[in-house]
């Protein structure tokens, strides 16, 4: 996607920089946790509880870190810091009460975990500016997790980490992530609908686009309505002609859904529809199967919260895709969700394609993740990781596997 992506406002170096501490520290994470045993299943009112005292902390964290000087004040430390530990704690119960199938769900709420942890100890050692800027991005970990799945209904909770935080007027796209964050859905769409309408916003900002289809599509299956405001949008005079071709192919994918939409977690509509988004005579253009990858990932993602019985080989193939769409929809995301799938897809089942799809794919993320300036730079233990993934799929037994059932 890089015409579309080349678009998107660039994070300064030392935001830069952070990102990839953050990301080094996630995808540690992710490559210790695909191998993990299973969990005790989930338990639905334990997770609302720790959810409704996460967003009060963060509320509180999102609002003193909007201010720089209300987050340097000595009167605010106490508060802070409780606030880091309630956020690491109840995120930890969170890991342990995701259900046993649910790697993803584990590994967005280790990560929160962790992001609250770094940010307290980076706090209580005095640097300010790597708290603040862990504070402000750990929505995207809220929003990555409450976006996978439907949901008919927004949070019980009317309060939003928006109400108690901020006090200044936010940018739209900004108040729609931390309204997602905090699983008020209905005020998100309607703040993205606004956006993508206004005529003083950047109409190419795609990372605003992805939000929206995320929800319509991925928690409110409202292809329809994704329709509707992506015709408006490409409507409007200041779009470019490459754009509004562009925005032509996800409507007409969108309208296709709407017209007969996929039965949810049907693994043969995911498979088509990630055959269908890999291929590039019929989405030339960079981004064009964006709204088809999003079909697929939704599609897989409820297949594996269906299918705990399924073999081996199955289990390994659908989160293959999964990392495979991960790395579609959100190429620069700095939460290394797809890293996880890969490695899960390897440990289901060594002997099959997918897991050596899954290797190569993971070996070549992992390796541009942690690409220094100086060229190529694996610190040991992740060489290591790596090398113990590959010798799963090199034993003699897991080399006479049989090909997959969808190549991509
Ligand atoms: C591991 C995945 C995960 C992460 C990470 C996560 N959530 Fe949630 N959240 C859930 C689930 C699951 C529910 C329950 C949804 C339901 O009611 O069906 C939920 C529900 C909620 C609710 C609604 C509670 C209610 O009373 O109905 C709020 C508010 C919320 N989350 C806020 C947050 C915030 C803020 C963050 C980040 C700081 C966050 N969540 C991170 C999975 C997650």
Same mark, same amino acid.
């Given at each position: ?15 830069? @920089? ?5 990301? &080094? $520290?996630?995808? /540690? !994470? =992710?490559?210790?946790?695909?191998? #993990?045993?299973? %969990? ?31 987050? @340097? ?5 106490? &508060? $802070?810091?409780? /606030? !880091? =530990?309630?956020?690491?704690?109840? #995120?930890?119960? %969170? ?42 991005? /750990? ?270």
């Amino acid at each position: 996607m890089s015409t579309l992506r080349s678009r998107v406002r660039t994070p300064s170096a030392g935001r830069v @920089a952070q990102r990839r501490a953050g990301r &080094a $520290i996630c995808l /540690a !994470l =992710a490559l210790g946790l695909a191998g #993990a045993g299973p %969990l005790p299943a989930g338990a639905d009112e334990a997770t609302r509880d720790a959810m409704r005292t996460i967003l009060a902390a963060m509320a509180r964290l999102v609002r003193l870190s909007a201010d720089r000087q209300a987050f @340097a004040s000595p009167d605010n430390a106490a &508060a $802070i810091t409780q /606030a !880091l =530990a309630d956020v690491s704690d109840q #995120a930890a119960l %969170l890991a342990e009460h995701t259900g046993p199938d649910d790697t993803g769900g584990e590994f967005l709420a280790r990560s929160l975990d962790r992001y609250a942890l770094w940010a307290k100890l980076g706090y209580e050692r005095g640097q300010l500016d790597l708290a603040r800027t862990l504070v402000q991005e /750990a929505p995207d970990i809220c929003v990555a997790c409450h976006t996978r799945w439907p949901s008919a209904a927004d949070a019980r909770e009317k309060a939003s980490l928006l109400s108690s935080a901020v006090s200044s007027p936010l940018p739209l796209q900004e108040r729609a992530r931390l309204l997602v964050a905090s699983r008020q859905f209905a005020a998100a769409l309607e703040a993205l609908e606004s956006l993508l309408a206004s005529p003083a916003a950047t109409p190419t900002d795609v990372e605003a686009i992805k939000l929206y289809l995320l929800v319509t599509m991925r928690v409110k299956q409202d292809y329809a309505r994704a329709a509707r405001t992506l015709d408006r949008f490409r409507d409007r005079a200041v779009i470019t002609p490459e754009l509004r071709g562009i925005a032509g192919r996800w409507i007409e994918d969108l309208r296709e859904l709407a017209d007969s939409p996929p039965e949810p977690g049907n693994l043969v509509s995911a498979e088509q529809w990630v055959e269908r988004a890999g291929n590039s005579a019929r989405y030339p253009r960079d981004g064009e199967a964006l709204v088809a990858w999003i079909a697929a990932s939704g599609l897989l993602h409820q297949h594996l919260t269906r299918n705990a019985s399924a073999s081996a080989a199955q289990v390994a193939e659908v989160n293959y895709l999964i990392g495979l769409t991960e790395t579609r929809i959100a190429p620069d995301a700095w939460l290394p969700q797809a890293e996880l799938y890969l490695e899960k897809a390897i440990r289901a089942d060594p002997s099959s394609s997918s897991a050596r799809a899954a290797y190569e794919m993971l070996e070549a993320r992992v390796r541009a993740a942690y690409r220094g300036p100086d060229g190529d730079d694996l610190p040991d233990d992740v060489a290591d990781h790596l090398e113990r993934l590959k010798a799963l799929i090199d034993t003699p037994a897991a080399r006479g596997g049989k090909p997959r059932t969808s190549e991509v």
